[in-house]
Each structure stands twice: as structure tokens, then as C-alpha cells.
């Protein structure tokens, strides 16, 4: 590489304001960020640059990203997290028992990515998917999303997953605890994430991964590992844009006599008939209706 051009690369890990990046040469260097304006994040693609007495490379720009995977953090600001996706992928295993409501946020933000969402069914070995959660489960497969149930200490459909992400780039997101960098360590060659065991005393998974890494599967496809979390809320803006989250439900919306309906508390609204009527699941209508409320409780915090 010729230090004093500039060059592409893409960020594979985050340390906070240093970066570990790849050029398309498959070169690997270690670069900081100028300045305190730049916020790479895992998935981008950036310019990078050696300056004369730097060691280290410079990351000068973000190129335009193709979407990016975000959150509101505490303060109700946008958080990015991960950019130029194909696939979100949501893990789930007991313990920590499902937060089907986590899983909504995330397939939501899939949908307003435009981008594909599944659903991983870790520590099947463990005799979890119960009744109850197979109920849940056909409610996604009825939707359309792809389910797939696994184990990593029996090797239970790890090729299936390997197959389903090959040529993708996905995230892996979910609850603290529920084997994320386990299947990463199981479906990479090149991997080897540090795992934890569950906290038997609160029944959460402790926070394994702090950094995000991308990382190389064997089939052309790449996937990120991310931090653990127990709440998560997308970076919505407006209301509206809770129904474009949940397919079915911006589907019956489509027929709505109004078409700022947001199908809670109007009359003639085709969505709370399709509720009523079975077509739509009653437990992903009350999801909805949370993050609407939450939506409106972030805008009124942000605008106080």
C-alpha cells in the first residue's frame, strides 16, 4: 500500500476511538478516528490515509452508508450500531426466557431497513421450545420470517444457518445470555469470541460482547457479533412509523378509511377488525401499541 494515497477500507472491529480495518487487498491495519465528529461503526466503509510521523492510520471519512441498524440510547439520541446490512437476525434461548417484544423491536427495524429478519432458536438442546413458545414461533413463520431452531454443543443445524447467511452480511442481536458469540464461534473458522456463562443468580446473561467485530464465515458471508441487551427501541422519529415496523399490521393499514389512521383509537379502522377477526395476533397488536407509546414518550423527552 502506497502511504501517501488514500485508500478504502472497512471497519471489522470498534475500540472506542481506535478501529481495526480491511482494505478490499484484504490488508488489516490498525487506524484511528480524526476528530471527534466521526463515528464509524462496524460495517462502514471509510477512507483511510498514513500521514507522515503518524503510525498509525488515519480514518478521515465515512463513504455513504447503504442502511444502518440504530437505537435511541438514554439520552433519546440516535445510536448507530451497524451499517450496510442484509439480514438482522434475532437469537433467542432459555434462560433468559424471550422477550417477544425485543424481538418485534428488531424485526421492526428489519422492515424499515427493507432488509430480511430471522429468527435463531439457540440451546435447543436444553429442551426449551416449549408449547408456548412454538405458538409464538408460528406466529413469525405465519409472517414470513425464516425460524431456525439450534444447538452448538450438539452441532444441530449450524450448516443450515451457515447456508442461510452465505453472501449476506448479518447482525446478530438479542437478550444478554442467549449464545450469540457461541454460534459465531460455531459457524467461523476464524473466530473465537469469548463466551460466559449465564448468571444463575439473576437469570440474565452477563455482557460478553462490548465491541462489535465483523466476522468472516466460510461461505462468503460475513456476520456481527453485538452487545447483549435488555431493552432495545429504534431509532423512530414518529409514531407513524411503528406500523411500517410490523408487516401484517401496515398491510390491513393499507385499507384504513384514513390514512393518517394509527389503528388505536379510530373508528372503522381495518386493522382492529383484523384483530378482532383473528388475522392479525393480538400479543403483536399490544407490541405495537408500546413502541407507538414509547415513540411518543421519547419525542416528549427530547422536546422538553
Known amino acids: 500500500m502506497n502511504s501517501k494515497d488514500k485508500h478504502e477500507a472497512q471497519i471489522i472491529s470498534t475500540y472506542s476511538r481506535r478501529m481495526f480495518v480491511r482494505t478490499d487487498m484484504n490488508e488489516l491495519f490498525t487506524a484511528k478516528i480524526q476528530g471527534k465528529l466521526l463515528k464509524p461503526v462496524c460495517g462502514d466503509i471509510v477512507e483511510i490515509e498514513k500521514r507522515n510521523n503518524e503510525p498509525e492510520f488515519i480514518i478521515t471519512k465515512i463513504l455513504p452508508r447503504k442502511n444502518y441498524l440504530a437505537r435511541k440510547n438514554k439520552y433519546e439520541n440516535k445510536e448507530i450500531l451497524a451499517s450496510n446490512l442484509s439480514e438482522i437476525v434475532v437469537v433467542i434461548g432459555r434462560p433468559p426466557s424471550p422477550d417477544w417484544f425485543l424481538v418485534d423491536r428488531y424485526i421492526g427495524s428489519a422492515e424499515k431497513m427493507q432488509i430480511d429478519a430471522s429468527i435463531i432458536c439457540n440451546k435447543s438442546d436444553l429442551n426449551w421450545i416449549d408449547d408456548s413458545i412454538r405458538s409464538n414461533l408460528a406466529i413469525y413463520s405465519k409472517i414470513g420470517y425464516k425460524?431456525?431452531?439450534?444447538?452448538?454443543?450438539?452441532?444441530?443445524?449450524?450448516?443450515?444457518?451457515?447456508?442461510?447467511?452465505?453472501?449476506?452480511?448479518?447482525?446478530?442481536?438479542?437478550?444478554?445470555?442467549?449464545?450469540?458469540?457461541?454460534?459465531?464461534?460455531?459457524?467461523?473458522?476464524?473466530?473465537?469470541?469469548?463466551?460466559?456463562?449465564?448468571?444463575?443468580?439473576?437469570?440474565?446473561?452477563?455482557?460478553?460482547?462490548?465491541?462489535?467485530?465483523?466476522?468472516?464465515?466460510?461461505n462468503d458471508g460475513y456476520i456481527i457479533d453485538s452487545p447483549g441487551v435488555r431493552d432495545y427501541l429504534p431509532d423512530f422519529n414518529h409514531e407513524n412509523e411503528a406500523s411500517i415496523s410490523f408487516k401484517e399490521i401496515h398491510n390491513f393499514g393499507l385499507k384504513c378509511k384514513y390514512n393518517d389512521c394509527m389503528h388505536i383509537k379510530e373508528q372503522e379502522c381495518t386493522v382492529k377488525f383484523a384483530v378482532s377477526e383473528g388475522k392479525i395476533n393480538e400479543r403483536r397488536y399490544e407490541s405495537y401499541k408500546r413502541l407507538v407509546n414509547k415513540i411518543k414518550s421519547a419525542e416528549n423527552k427530547k422536546n422538553y
Do not use: R
Open 147 to 218: 425460524i431456525i431452531e439450534c444447538s452448538t454443543t450438539q452441532d444441530k443445524n449450524l450448516a443450515e444457518i451457515k447456508d442461510y447467511l452465505s453472501k449476506k452480511t448479518a447482525i446478530l442481536v438479542g437478550q444478554s445470555g442467549v449464545g450469540k458469540s457461541s454460534i459465531i464461534n460455531s459457524l467461523s473458522e476464524y473466530s473465537n469470541l469469548k463466551t460466559q456463562s449465564i448468571s444463575l443468580a439473576k437469570k440474565e446473561g452477563k455482557h460478553t460482547t462490548v465491541n462489535s467485530n465483523l466476522i468472516d464465515l466460510p
